[in-house]
């Protein structure tokens, strides 16, 4: 089976630009979490996404935003880059998303550098 | 606002000895809780699990949980070079996973 999948690995942008970062989740997990990873913050939780609607999210502006597609398959897009928005992205799935016991399976995450 | 507070480190262990690393939550009503290693360059995979109180041993990891003082700890014992990591606490509040940031753990030979 194959993991999560996230593209692109890294990316450099520069201040006010736009980037949409994708993920995969394994096949017949239907809740995809993204979250932003920068050194001594550890994992700042964005969004939740299940069967393409919204379901939780965490305290980042509205520039922050994400959709989920009918194949579970999620982007995110982090509008008006800032310095501060380099960081680590990770992506990551679990099962039918009803369990607070259900593992999360992470993607290898997406390095984003803002110039 | 629901806080997990690690201990940043780095903790130092020899090899071979016992590696304690120990998690705080604020919230009263947390159910699950859950240990991650993190290798540097590398997404965070889970290790352990725990939901009730007391001890749960998975090979050589062994989680604590007391939600009486709302702490949880992961000790591993006889520590290996391989097991030098960030261990990242996570606790499951209000429907999401609220994260500790991190406990770097360097296995000395």
């Known amino acids: 089976k194959a993991g999560v999948t996230q593209t692109p690995r890294y990316l450099i942008k520069t201040r006010g630009q736009q980037v949409t970062l994708s993920c995969s989740p394994i096949s017949g997990h239907r809740s995809v979490s993204w979250y932003q990873q920068t050194p001594g913050q550890g994992l700042q939780f964005l969004f939740e996404y299940f069967s393409e609607t919204q379901r939780n999210k965490g305290n980042f502006p509205g520039r922050f935003s994400g959709r989920q597609f009918s194949n579970s398959r999620s982007e995110m897009n982090v509008s008006t880059l800032e310095l501060g928005d380099s960081a680590l992205y990770l992506c990551?799935?679990?099962?039918?998303?009803?369990?607070?016991?259900?593992?999360?399976?992470f993607g290898s995450g997406t390095q984003l550098s803002v110039l | 606002q629901k806080e997990v507070e690690q201990n940043s480190g780095p903790l130092s262990v020899p090899e071979g000895a016992i590696a304690s690393l120990n998690c705080t939550y604020s919230d009263r009503g947390s159910q699950s809780f859950f240990w991650y290693r993190q290798y540097s360059g590398k997404s965070p995979e889970l290790i352990m699990s725990?939901?009730s109180n007391g001890d749960k041993e998975d090979g050589r990891f062994t989680a604590q949980l007391n939600k009486a003082s709302q702490y949880v700890s992961l000790l591993i014992r006889d520590s290996q070079p391989s097991d030098s990591a960030t261990y990242l606490c996570a606790v499951w509040s209000n429907y999401q996973l609220i994260w500790g940031a991190g406990t770097k753990l360097i296995i000395k030979p």
């Open positions: 725990i939901y």
């Open positions: 990551a799935s679990r099962g039918d998303g009803t369990g607070v016991t259900e593992k999360l399976f």
